[in-house]
């Protein structure tokens, strides 16, 4: 990997955030792409990009969609213009989505050495605030790094339904987003880990890196199961009280 002096001499690092949104969100429940489904109000990935845009440190936001994804402007159309890009590049697995939106910042000017916040549409309670935090931690460091938090519950492994053993839950962390990374290295990372990791971490740290762990909220939680709607709506509404 580059030395963060090399990727810098001469050059202030933008920060720019990618959103992949080109699931359908299967685990839901929802009848369509779960992004789009109405939260206090709001499409939810409404709430996420309205969150990035309250950032000043980021130069622009980049939504990926999926090539067929004709619902966007429709739902989203405050969300358009100099700060908050759209490119309907999304494929067959996260991974490719993402790499498929770094192609497209760097055919929109950024370079090696900017800095990219990948981030989850569906993680719709971010905070300004976090996003600020996780920046102000990283922007020094050689890696990068990612939100996350420590874990407080029992971890058990399963066999066929039981319990196979209980791991212990020191120094375990479940990752959030953004995952925060240098475009010139998250680039090859995903290249050389292929299709099935979940996260960008995971990519680098496949090249042998370690990724920053930055502590965030509970609330940065992704609305993944048919339960995880009502309790997302819950807190939404409680914020705008």
């Given amino acids: ?52 845009a309250r950032v000043p440190a980021l130069a622009a936001t980049l939504v990926v969609l999926a090539p067929d994804d004709d619902l966007f402007e429709a739902a989203l159309p405050e969300f358009k213009g100099d700060t908050c890009w759209v490119a309907r590049f999304g494929g ?42 996780l920046i102000s931690a990283c922007e020094s460091d050689e890696v990068g790094g990612l939100l996350a938090q420590p874990l407080a519950d029992t971890l058990k492994a399963s066999n ?42 995971s990519a680098v740290e496949a090249l042998g890196h370690s990724p920053l762990l930055v502590e965030c909220s509970i609330e940065n939680f992704k609305v993944t199961w048919p339960e995880d709607f009502a309790l997302a709506e819950r807190l939404l509404q409680s914020r705008l009280a």
């Fill in 1 to 52: 990997m580059m030395s963060q002096n090399n990727y810098t001499v001469g050059v202030q690092p933008r920060c720019y955030a990618l959103v992949p949104a080109a699931g359908i969100g299967s685990r839901s429940g929802a009848e369509g792409p779960k992004q789009y489904v109405a939260l206090a109000g709001r499409p939810m990935i409404a709430h996420t990009l309205s969150a990035l």
């Fill in 92 to 133: 067959a697995s996260r991974a490719e989505t993402v790499a498929n939106g770094l192609a497209e910042l760097l055919a929109r000017g950024a370079q090696p050495h900017d800095w990219v916040l990948v981030h989850d549409a569906a993680r719709c309670l971010l905070r300004p605030a976090w996003v600020e935090r």
């Fill in 160 to 201: 066929q339904g039981r319990v196979a053993a209980t791991i212990s839950r020191a120094e375990k962390w479940a990752a959030q987003t953004p995952q925060m990374f240098r475009l010139g290295l998250l680039m090859p990372a995903l290249a050389h880990a292929g299709e099935s990791i979940t996260d960008e971490a």
